[in-house]
């Protein structure tokens, strides 16, 4: 299995690069209006349709790397579309060029072609190098302020001796290994965050949408600097434990989540934008390309359920307060957050091949769309 990870940089571009940065954009925009014009979107159709209608100026690799480029907003624009027809024309607007060949790494500078045996350098700072040092490098990305690399090795998976599963809650993630270890990690800060910057763009009186989409999306910038660093923070050592233990890392399937959280549902509006507005879906991205570069699994499975079952004898109707909950069957007081990532641990077992034969019968099958909604039975409200 091949693992990737990208390291990024800070920089200036040269006034050189600008020109081959706009230049790129512009191939790219080429590119998807002859996409769109003859409805193609298969990466070897668009090469063979739009290839000759580039600038033969530019050396042919970034021709090429701006025809996948390309055909990757087509894809999104083809996704888009089915969802609502109404979608505008896609088109590239950020300053960007991406290569996978022609650069060369050497004595601490990225050398990149502008035309054909006419070289820019980037110098590349400790970090990047310290990185880098004895990984292949497979791609680059520039864009006006910042240079990532991305680059790869190959990883063989490791065979699962348990599982950690991961549940998230308003304030926290907690994980529960198959060895019975708990640990919560407290991301209050990141949801007090968000929940400033609501405040603040809550704020904002003008009626001017240029302006708007400046300023959001300048808060949106500040918002990430101060947010994903905590979540590194937690996704690092959630992998790091289950590196050690040899587990794979069991979350919950993210699909129709916003269902889960929406107007009727009998939740306050606060607690609402507030499970919303959760970053679960970077902490989970992060997690799986963390877990992918050590070889570890990472399993998706639906969360139904997982605080109404019993994660010690299996009993299925488990009520409680807020926080606690109390199985009628085996006794035991549990914690809610804890039962939760303890069943989600126990669905990862399911999928491995020598766990519990019988288990993998009890899989719920789940109706089409019912999956997160509220339903209504005999007048009573239940998850
Ligand atoms: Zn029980």
Known sequence: MLALKTVRQKHEVSPELLRLLDEFRRMVNVCIAVGIEENVSSLKTLSLRSYHRLSRDMPSYYRLCAIS?????????????????????????????????????????????????????????????????????????????????????????????????????????????????????????ATRIKADYRVVKSQFRRNDVRMRTQVFSKYGGKQRNRVHPLLHHASKRIVDEAKTRRYGIVMERLTGMRRLYRRGNGQSRNYRSRMNGWSYGELQRQIEYKAGWEGLRVIYVSARNTSRHCSICGYKTLEGTERQLWCPVCGTFLDRDENAARNLAARGLRFSPNGPPGEAMVEEREPENATLILKVDGGKLSR
């Open 69 to 189: 480029k390309a055909t990757g907003i087509l894809h999104n624009h083809r996704k888009a579309k089915k969802k609502n027809p109404r979608t505008r024309f896609p088109c590239a607007r950020k300053l960007m060029l991406t290569t996978c060949y022609g650069f060369k790494i050497q004595n601490g500078l990225l050398r990149l072609p502008v035309r054909p045996r006419h070289y820019v350098y980037v110098k590349l700072n400790s970090h990047t190098l310290r990185v880098l040092s004895g990984l292949n490098v497979r791609s680059v990305t520039l864009t006006r302020e910042s240079l990532s690399i991305s680059y790869s090795k190959e990883t063989v998976e490791i065979e699962p001796e348990g599982y950690v599963g991961i549940d998230r809650n308003l304030d926290n993630v907690t994980s529960a290994s198959s060895d019975g270890t708990v640990k919560t990690f407290d991301l209050s800060k």
